[in-house]
Each structure stands twice: as structure tokens, then as C-alpha cells.
């Protein structure tokens, strides 16, 4: 199988000597070939080059049954990494939306049981199978909008047979979507009402049965653990992350949403791949991250959706610092995983510059998901997942041009998915 892509506007994202990640003042650049062309052989990029050197008789000599797609007036790039979400839920919680838009927070909704302990209530009783088709139909829908690889949470079971079952869903859409997944096991992600007062307990049932029995069965890539006010400390979450270095798994921690919790220089202190979130980011968090292999991810539409303060992106790419950008698509505080919108999201409310929001969400996102050497940019023999967009005037619109899809064609594998 092999596509041909020509007459390409802007070739956006290409890069010669793949990096890992790009931070500080390198995320402003980014590389674009105008009138291009992009050839896709076998699932990998094979080439790309300027229209004005380009045979395409010597291609189709050589691949008679390639598809050819003509891109005038299209930008091409690589798909978004969205490099945080928790996709599988057993239902919305557009009820309790309700009690927000009334004035309730995020932390009084929890304390009277409902958010993610709602979801826990609804896990226990759907099947692996509604489980499983809910959240295909949400893969198929954000891959229309241009993601390739999404990281996928438990933590709505909070309890060993359901986080094993969600964790199980994930491991099934795995094997059943062209989109590239990473699973991140959450037990804890809350405190279950039984463990209220001796949150503890519930945290040596997360080292004790849950962790050993995700590992043996291979269930999990990641780590996480909600380390905020009100929900796990800095100790629950040092005692979590030691437990999963003993079985090689990273962390990729919630950090840093409700306060200043110790959660970033938690994160850093055990190497985590990622700490996302990072709304209370100050000077010592700031310090804690520069020099790190550990990845800021900010989370735009969780900042949005519950009217928080926004994490200081610009702050921090000025200190020299990396920034990702991830969807947390889930049920309570961000329910959308449209990465065109948090790619506006990064313009609009964090004064990011058009590339480094195209940064933030393809290659930054995809070293916080440990595939920046397959993913996040266009680059010879790299994974063949693009966007043909429809006919734009720039690249600068995407993010200007906020709330409509500007994504026609989605290339997974080297295969067209729409
Ligand atoms: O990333 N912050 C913690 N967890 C999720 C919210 C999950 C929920 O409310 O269902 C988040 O925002
Ligand atoms: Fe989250």
C-alpha cells in the first residue's frame, strides 16, 4: 500500500535529524517545505521533497497501485499525540455540569461523591463489552479531527476487578484501532468513600494487589497517580512511583491542578515521563523541571471547562522549558478530545505562537507518551500518520480559525482512515 500526496501547499512539521522534543526558544521553529510532495510506503514515511524536483512517472513506475491525492490549497502535517486522556467511561456527567454551572467546585463535587466516584459507581456495573464500543466510537470521532496516537487511563474502577477490566478495554482497543495507544494504569486517581480517613490503606491496595497484577499481566505502559489537595499526597504518590519503578514503570503524573501540592518536584524526583496539568506552576516548580527528562504537559481544555487559572505556558517556555499539550479528554473536566481546539486553546489563552502550539501538540506530546523517535513530526521513517487539511489560506489559521473541523483527509499507517 503505498500514497502519493502532491501539489502539497505547506509540508508542516518536517524535520531532517528527528529530535526528541523541542523546548525554550526552539519551540518558535518549525520546519515547512512549500509545494511539496510526501510519498507513504508500507505504514512509514519513505520521502518527501519540493514539487519543482519531483518524478512522478518514476514513483508510479515503480508502485502502479499507489493511490495518488492531489492537496492544492491543503497543508499536510503530522497527526496530534494526545498524550492525556482518560477516553474510557462508563457514561457523561453532563448532570453534574449542571451543579457546576449552579457553583459548586471541582473539590465539592468530589466530596459529595460525585465525579470521578460517580464514574466508579457506573464502571462497576457496564459491561467490558459497552465499555469497549463507547469508547471505539470516541477514538473513531477525535481521529476525525486529526489525532493518531492517544494515552488512555483507568482510574474510574478504584477497585482491583475494575481497574483490571478497564485496563483490559484499553489493552482490546489496542488491538482493534489504527490509532496508536498507550495504557497509564490509575488506581489512584481518587479515594474511594470506604477509605475515607485511612486513604492509606487504599494506598497499599493500589501497591499490594492492584500494581503487581496490572504488571504481570501487562495491562499497563505508564504510571499515574492524582498527587493534589484532597486527593493523594507527595507520600502516597513517592510510595506509588517507587512500587512502579520496581516493575519499570514510569510515571506520568496529575500534578499540580488544585495547588501548589509538591506534585511537579514529586514527578521529577522519580524521572516520570510527564506531569500534566501544572495550573499552580511557580519559580521552584520552574527550577525543578529545567534539566529534567520529564515533560510539562498542560491540559487546556480541563483550565477551560472548570474556569481555572491557566497554567503560565509562557513563563515557562521563557525559562527554557518544553511545553505538551494534551486533550484529558474525560467525563468531568474536559469532555472533548478535539486536539484542534487545544491547539487554538494554546493561542488564544496561553500566547503561544502558531508553531510552538504545533510543538506542543505533535512532537512534545509525543516524547510524553515515549514515542518521539515513530511520532510527532514528518520525517523519514517515521510512523505514516498525517493530516491533509482542507484548503486554508496558512498554517497560522489553524489555531486562529478556532471551532470548526479544518481536517478533511486522516492517513493512519499509511492507510486512509476517512
Ligand atoms: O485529569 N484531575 C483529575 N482527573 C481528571 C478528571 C476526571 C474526572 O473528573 O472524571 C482530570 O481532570
Ligand atoms: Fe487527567
Same mark, same amino acid.
Given at each position: 500500500?503505498?500514497?502519493?500526496?502532491?501539489?502539497?501547499?505547506?509540508?508542516?512539521?518536517?524535520?531532517?535529524?528527528?529530535?526528541?522534543?523541542?523546548?525554550?526558544?526552539?519551540?518558535?521553529?518549525?520546519?515547512?517545505?512549500?509545494?511539496?510532495?510526501?510519498?507513504?510506503?508500507?505504514?512509514?514515511?519513505?520521502?518527501?521533497?519540493?514539487?519543482?524536483?519531483?518524478?512522478?512517472?518514476?514513483?508510479?513506475?515503480?508502485?502502479?497501485?499507489?493511490?495518488?491525492?492531489?492537496?492544492?490549497?491543503?497543508?499536510?502535517?503530522?497527526?496530534?499525540?494526545?498524550?492525556?486522556?482518560?477516553?474510557?467511561?462508563?457514561?457523561?456527567?453532563?448532570?453534574?455540569?449542571?451543579?457546576?454551572?449552579?457553583?459548586?467546585?471541582?473539590?465539592?463535587?468530589?466530596?459529595?461523591?460525585?465525579?470521578?466516584?460517580?464514574?466508579?459507581?457506573?464502571?462497576?456495573?457496564?459491561?467490558?463489552?459497552?465499555?469497549?464500543?463507547?469508547?471505539?466510537?470516541? !477514538?473513531?470521532?477525535?481521529?476525525?479531527?486529526? #489525532? $493518531?496516537?492517544? /494515552? @488512555?487511563?483507568?482510574?474510574? =474502577?478504584?477497585? *482491583?476487578?475494575?481497574?483490571?477490566?478497564?485496563?483490559?478495554?484499553?489493552?482490546?482497543?489496542?488491538?482493534?484501532?489504527?490509532?496508536?495507544?498507550?495504557?497509564?494504569?490509575?488506581?489512584?486517581?481518587?479515594?474511594?468513600?470506604?477509605?475515607?480517613?485511612?486513604?492509606?490503606?487504599?494506598?497499599?491496595?493500589?501497591?499490594?494487589?492492584?500494581?503487581?497484577?496490572?504488571?504481570?499481566?501487562?495491562?499497563?505502559?505508564?504510571?499515574?497517580?492524582?498527587?493534589?489537595?484532597?486527593?493523594?499526597?507527595?507520600?502516597?504518590?513517592?510510595?506509588?512511583?517507587?512500587?512502579?519503578?520496581?516493575?519499570?514503570?514510569?510515571?506520568?503524573?496529575?500534578?499540580?491542578?488544585?495547588?501548589?501540592?509538591?506534585?511537579?518536584?514529586?514527578?521529577?524526583?522519580?524521572?516520570? !515521563?510527564?506531569?500534566?496539568?501544572?495550573?499552580? #506552576? $511557580?519559580?521552584? /516548580? @520552574?527550577?525543578?523541571?529545567? =534539566?529534567?527528562? *520529564?515533560?510539562?504537559?498542560?491540559?487546556?481544555?480541563?483550565?477551560?471547562?472548570?474556569?481555572?487559572?491557566?497554567?503560565?505556558?509562557?513563563?515557562?517556555?521563557?525559562?527554557?522549558?518544553?511545553?505538551?499539550?494534551?486533550?484529558?479528554?474525560?467525563?468531568?473536566?474536559?469532555?472533548?478530545?478535539?486536539?484542534?481546539?487545544?491547539?487554538?486553546?494554546?493561542?488564544?489563552?496561553?500566547?503561544?505562537?502558531?508553531?510552538?502550539?504545533?510543538?506542543?501538540?505533535?512532537?512534545?506530546?509525543?516524547?510524553?507518551?515515549?514515542?518521539?523517535?515513530?511520532?510527532?513530526?514528518?520525517?523519514?521513517?517515521?510512523?505514516?500518520?498525517?493530516?491533509?487539511?482542507?484548503?486554508?489560506?496558512?498554517?497560522?489559521?489553524?489555531?486562529?480559525?478556532?471551532?470548526?473541523?479544518?481536517?478533511?483527509?486522516?492517513?493512519?499507517?499509511?492507510?486512509?482512515?476517512?
Amino acid at each position: 500500500m503505498a500514497i502519493l500526496i502532491k501539489n502539497i501547499k505547506e509540508l508542516l512539521q518536517i524535520e531532517d535529524t528527528p529530535k526528541l522534543y523541542v523546548k525554550g526558544q526552539e519551540m518558535k521553529k518549525m520546519q515547512i517545505l512549500k509545494d511539496a510532495w510526501l510519498f507513504l510506503k508500507e505504514g512509514k514515511i519513505e520521502e518527501f521533497g519540493p514539487m519543482n524536483k519531483f518524478n512522478e512517472r518514476e514513483i508510479s513506475n515503480k508502485f502502479p497501485n499507489m493511490e495518488v491525492i492531489d492537496a492544492s490549497g491543503k497543508m499536510v502535517m503530522p497527526t496530534f499525540v494526545d498524550s492525556h486522556t482518560h477516553l474510557v467511561y462508563p457514561a457523561s456527567r453532563e448532570i453534574e455540569y449542571i451543579d457546576k454551572i449552579k457553583g459548586l467546585s471541582y473539590e465539592e463535587i468530589a466530596k459529595r461523591g460525585g465525579g470521578i466516584l460517580n464514574s466508579a459507581k457506573k464502571m462497576k456495573e457496564i459491561s467490558e463489552e459497552e465499555l469497549f464500543n463507547s469508547a471505539m466510537k470516541r !477514538l473513531n470521532e477525535i481521529a476525525a479531527y486529526g #489525532t $493518531g496516537a492517544v /494515552e @488512555i487511563k483507568s482510574g474510574y =474502577g478504584l477497585t *482491583t476487578e475494575s481497574e483490571l477490566k478497564m485496563l483490559r478495554v484499553i489493552k482490546k482497543l489496542k488491538e482493534h484501532s489504527p490509532l496508536t495507544i498507550k495504557a497509564s494504569f490509575l488506581g489512584a486517581h481518587s479515594i474511594p468513600v470506604e477509605y475515607r480517613g485511612k486513604q492509606e490503606k487504599y494506598v497499599d491496595l493500589v501497591i499490594n494487589e492492584m500494581l503487581p497484577r496490572v504488571a504481570e499481566q501487562k495491562l499497563a505502559d505508564y504510571l499515574d497517580v492524582f498527587c493534589d489537595v484532597g486527593f493523594f499526597t507527595v507520600k502516597d504518590t513517592e510510595r506509588i512511583l517507587e512500587a512502579g519503578q520496581k516493575y519499570g514503570m514510569r510515571g506520568k503524573i496529575h500534578a499540580n491542578e488544585l495547588d501548589y501540592s509538591g506534585g511537579i518536584q514529586t514527578g521529577v524526583k522519580y524521572n516520570a !515521563l510527564s506531569v500534566d496539568h501544572l495550573e499552580f #506552576t $511557580g519559580n521552584e /516548580e @520552574i527550577e525543578a523541571l529545567l =534539566g529534567s527528562e *520529564t515533560m510539562p504537559t498542560i491540559l487546556p481544555g480541563a483550565a477551560f471547562f472548570l474556569g481555572m487559572v491557566y497554567a503560565p505556558a509562557r513563563k515557562m517556555i521563557d525559562a527554557g522549558l518544553p511545553i505538551a499539550m494534551a486533550s484529558d479528554f474525560n467525563p468531568g473536566s474536559s469532555p472533548s478530545g478535539n486536539m484542534q481546539f487545544i491547539l487554538s486553546m494554546a493561542s488564544i489563552a496561553y500566547k503561544m505562537l502558531p508553531e510552538e502550539a504545533i510543538n506542543a501538540t505533535t512532537i512534545n506530546t509525543a516524547y510524553a507518551m515515549g514515542l518521539s523517535k515513530e511520532l510527532g513530526s514528518i520525517a523519514k521513517g517515521k510512523k505514516a500518520n498525517v493530516i491533509i487539511t482542507s484548503e486554508i489560506p496558512s498554517y497560522e489559521y489553524l489555531p486562529y480559525y478556532y471551532g470548526t473541523n479544518k481536517v478533511e483527509t486522516v492517513i493512519l499507517n499509511g492507510e486512509r482512515f476517512n
